[in-house]
């Protein structure tokens, strides 16, 4: 019976690999690839208003571009490819209170401006995230909830800047087969 199970789910995953190799799927990192080839250079250029998530997003970027891209980080002076992110703010929204009139859910939209150098040239991409939560009556949880969420909006805008590149990378890849 083990046997027979083994054998289906082994079936099962070649028919699933023959079906994404036959549509001509690639993954993501082949595309960012086209854009970003060889090292990297990342910064973060710290924010007077947020300076304790400016840690956090810098190794955010350097992990997405090890882990997601299999890129190579290297010193400025080294790098190929350059990747500075910079915090543009966020705005508190209120859009839910209680009877009272206490705010007890925002929405917090966060900027980020993502400057990009290649060997092929230039890009920039400012991205705005937003992210809902709840807030309590407490004023020092209300202070973490608040962290939280601008951190939250950037990893956000993080994975929206590499959906860009690799969509960037696609076009260019078909600019040049044609």
Same mark, same amino acid.
């Given at each position: 019976m083990k046997q027979l199970n083994r054998k289906i789910s082994v079936g099962v995953v070649m028919v699933l690999f023959l079906i994404l190799a036959g549509c001509g799927y690639k993954p993501s990192v082949q595309y960012i690839q086209n854009v970003f080839d060889g090292s990297v250079y990342v910064d973060v250029i710290v924010s007077p208003s947020e300076p304790e998530n400016a840690a956090n997003i810098n190794d955010a970027l350097r992990r997405m571009v090890i882990t997601r891209f299999g890129g190579r980080l290297a010193s400025k002076e080294q790098a190929t490819n350059r990747i500075i992110a910079? =915090? *543009?703010g966020t705005v508190f929204n209120p859009i839910s209170f209680d009877a *009272?009139? =206490?705010i007890t859910r925002y929405r917090a939209d966060v900027g980020m401006v993502f400057q990009a150098t290649t060997p092929k040239g230039k890009f920039s991409k400012t991205i705005t995230t937003f992210v809902e939560a709840d807030i309590t009556a407490s004023s020092s949880l209300s202070s973490g909830?608040?962290?939280k969420a601008i951190r939250t909006g950037m990893e956000k805008a993080l994975d929206e800047f590499l959906? =860009?590149?690799a969509s960037k990378g696609a076009l260019d890849e078909e600019k040049a087969a044609k």
């Open positions: 910079s =915090y *543009n *009272n009139g =206490y909830l608040r962290i959906a =860009y590149v």
